[in-house]
């Protein structure tokens, strides 16, 4: 039910065929959905946990000390002259995100299969609610980013407002996957399967334990083609001053992520009609 | 002008993607590579991998009335009423509908168990349809109506089965879209708050709003509606005024005869040593029937052998009208005496048998289901509308006015008409 259609407004029900439009509008008609699944995932998440949010700084925090023993003592990667605690906790901030988004978004629509099977509302509404409820624990944790930025008297920078458009350009990629892989999802559960591996891998093909200065120049397109490449180069140059700034490599990774994104709306739009029958 | 117009409707369903939860990747290739043919499709469009759940479905409902959708289960309730609520797509056909579309096809939708009443609340409303203003606006109303006071903050995990459906009820009951698709939703709670929410929808229909109502409870369905359609095999088997269609759709699934006979395999093992062999109505004459006259007695019998004694039995009959109401419940040993006279009955085969006076029931079919038990020990056995029968007022009180009485019992009753000049 659109909450602000105008009352006599006519909607036709027809099987729809080919590809459809993305309707978006409808999207934007039912926000005030978005804001509460969003809302039930944040306050359901820690009920009944001991530590509560401590958990959305736990994660990476701890990814991060064991990073900095392993890689940065021991194997010394070097980490771009930053300290290598900094170094990594500013990468695994949006990898978190990501890696987050992608695993809920992507077993959403079947964990939500209760209220898909029983209510209409635009199906785009439930992964793009599991992508904000992730928002939040990044925020979270980097407010432990700046406490750490302090300790290693990192000095903010003046472009650290470049890490808006870094963020934005890290949801779009992981809503683009995360749309993809939860209709496929709902089609096949062996995507469910693939998540964990998925995840791992992608990470080690993004420069988070090492920088992405230790890739060959000539390969440096082609390892760009990740997007979460380009979003972690430009988290630690904006964010730390490292030589990763904003060149050919980035506007490869933006268009990737663009790609994915769009080509992910439509997917999940074409498959959208048949969740309810196959969920 | 119309709310609602259903043209030509149909649903497919594929088979093995209803049967099977999910295809694996593996299926689908697998299936995609081995060239096997397809089976030819039978001629009502059903083939081995595909079921119609709806066909040729065509009606329209004018703006601010009620209509009932009654059928057996499988007949297509579900799915009609899933395509007019937006949840799947039609395969064939198109519906027209003016307005937004509230639609109840379970009650606690999305309902979190870790969340608090309030916070469930919000959230119901919102995946229901409604705007957090119009919840704001209604919130008062709807902790109110669903009687939950003071457990307005405790997780609804906590709650009892019947609070936690007396506030989704209440959530979804405080919904106001122009058209109100409702399934059986009545069918939870206790009496009277059942009372109560068929209260609420009868008068979201007195409020001008449109309401699909599906019900299995004949008495809802004619207290809502007045019109109603019968669907049978995904298509629409009858419709017109609701009394004709709940006859219709009754009179189609019921086929219940006037005797019922019990083969061996047919009775449950918890029925041990209890075992009914048949139930049978008569007429005046000691026939079995399935028709007799309101001014004739009728007598139902009930055989049964025990295999074993059995203490304090009961063996009865319930009267039922085929619109579920109750006519009366009776026992064979009601009365004191009797009672104490077959306190144990022995083991070997009975007959009990009752008889309904001249000129007590309407015309109208009856339905009697049987009762073996022991007074809150245990249930031996039960069967619901295990036989039927029509009563023909011919000659009944009354019957030379060719008028329908309304009423369940149609007694000669002893009038004086006192004068005075």
Redesign the interface.
């Known amino acids: 039910?659109?909450?602000?259609?105008p009352?006599?407004?006519?909607?036709?029900?027809?099987?729809?065929r080919g590809w459809l439009d993305l309707n978006l509008r409808e999207v934007w008609r039912y926000r005030?959905?978005v804001?509460?699944?969003t809302?039930?995932d944040i306050?359901?998440r820690y009920?009944?946990t001991f530590l509560g949010a401590a958990w959305a700084i736990i994660q990476p925090f701890f990814t991060m000390v064991v990073f900095t023993l392993f890689f940065g003592r021991l194997a010394k990667v070097p980490s771009d002259n930053v300290p290598y605690p900094i170094f990594s906790y500013a990468a695994l901030l949006p990898w978190q995100l990501f890696s987050k988004a992608l695993s809920q978004a992507g077993r959403s629509l079947v964990s939500s299969r209760?209220?898909?099977?029983?209510?209409?509302?635009p199906r785009l509404i439930i992964p793009l609610a599991t992508l904000f409820g992730g928002l939040v624990d990044f925020f979270i944790a980097f407010v432990v980013l700046l406490g750490m930025m302090a300790y290693y008297h990192v000095a903010l920078l003046p472009r650290i407002w470049t890490l808006l458009p870094f963020l934005l350009l890290a949801l779009a990629t992981a809503l683009g996957v995360g749309l993809w892989l939860s209709a496929l999802n709902?089609?096949?559960?062996?995507v469910g399967y693939t998540l964990p591996f998925l995840t791992q891998f992608w990470m080690f093909i993004t420069p988070i334990a090492y920088s992405s200065t230790l890739v060959p120049p000539k390969w440096r397109l082609v390892y760009a083609l990740n997007p979460m490449a380009g979003v972690v180069d430009g988290f630690r140059w904006a964010l730390l001053g490292t030589p990763t700034g904003p060149g050919p490599s980035l506007w490869v990774s933006t268009a990737v992520a663009v790609l994915v994104l769009i080509s992910g709306l439509y997917f999940f739009r074409r498959m959208e009609?048949q969740f309810?029958?196959?969920v | 002008m119309f709310a609602l117009r259903v043209h030509d409707l149909g649903k497919r369903y594929t088979l093995g993607a209803q049967i099977n939860a999910y295809d694996t990747l593996r299926d689908v290739l697998a299936a995609r590579l081995s060239l096997r043919h397809k089976p030819p499709a039978a001629a009502n469009g059903d083939d081995a991998m595909h079921i119609w759940a709806l066909r040729h479905v065509s009606f329209d409902v004018p703006q601010g009335s009620v209509l009932g959708i009654i059928g057996k289960n499988g007949a297509g309730k579900s799915t009609l009423l899933k395509i007019l609520s937006r949840v799947t797509e039609p395969t064939e056909g198109y519906a027209e509908i003016r307005g937004r579309v509230g639609s109840l096809l379970e009650v606690g939708t999305g309902f979190h168990p870790e969340l608090t009443g309030r916070e469930n609340i919000y959230l119901n409303g919102a995946i229901l349809g409604m705007r957090r203003e119009e919840i704001d606006r209604k919130f008062d109303e709807i902790v109110d109506f669903a009687e939950i006071g003071r457990f307005l903050d405790t997780p609804v995990k906590r709650y009892s089965s019947g609070m936690y459906v007396r506030l989704a009820f209440a959530v979804a009951a405080h919904l106001e879209p122009e058209i109100l698709v409702v399934d059986e939703v009545l069918a939870v709670g206790d009496a009277a708050f059942q009372r109560k929410c068929l209260g609420r929808m009868s008068d979201v229909a007195q409020g001008g709003r449109t309401v699909l109502f599906v019900s299995h409870n004949m008495s809802a369905i004619l207290n809502l509606t007045r019109e109603a359609i019968v669907l049978d095999k995904g298509r629409i088997a009858f419709r017109g005024p609701t009394p004709e269609a709940v006859d219709h759709y009754l009179s189609a699934t019921m086929t219940r005869s006037g005797e019922r006979v019990w083969q061996p395999e047919e009775v449950p093992a918890a029925a041990v040593p209890f075992r009914p062999l048949a139930l049978r109505v008569k007429d005046a004459r000691g026939r079995v029937t399935d028709a007799v006259r309101s001014v004739d007695p009728v007598a139902i019998e009930v055989e049964y052998a025990l295999d074993a004694p059995i203490q304090g039995l009961r063996v009865g009959i319930y009267l039922l009208s085929t619109r579920g109401e109750y006519v009366f419940t009776s026992f064979d040993t009601d009365e004191q005496e009797t009672f104490r006279r077959w306190e144990t009955r022995p083991a070997g085969r009975y007959v009990s048998r009752c008889t309904i006076p001249a000129d007590l029931l309407n015309a109208g079919r009856y339905l009697v289901s049987v009762n073996a038990s022991v007074y809150n020990v245990k249930r031996y056995f039960q069967e619901d509308n295990a036989a039927a029968f029509t009563v023909d007022a011919t000659g009944a009180p009354g019957s030379h006015w060719a008028e329908p009485r309304p009423g369940l019992v149609r007694p000669r009753l002893d009038w004086e008409i006192e004068h005075e000049a």
């Open positions: 039910m659109p909450p602000s259609s009352a006599e407004e006519l909607t036709v029900l027809r099987p729809s005030e959905l804001y509460f699944l809302w039930r306050k359901v009920k009944q209760s209220i898909i099977t029983k209510v209409y509302f709902v089609l096949y559960r062996d009609r309810a029958d196959r």
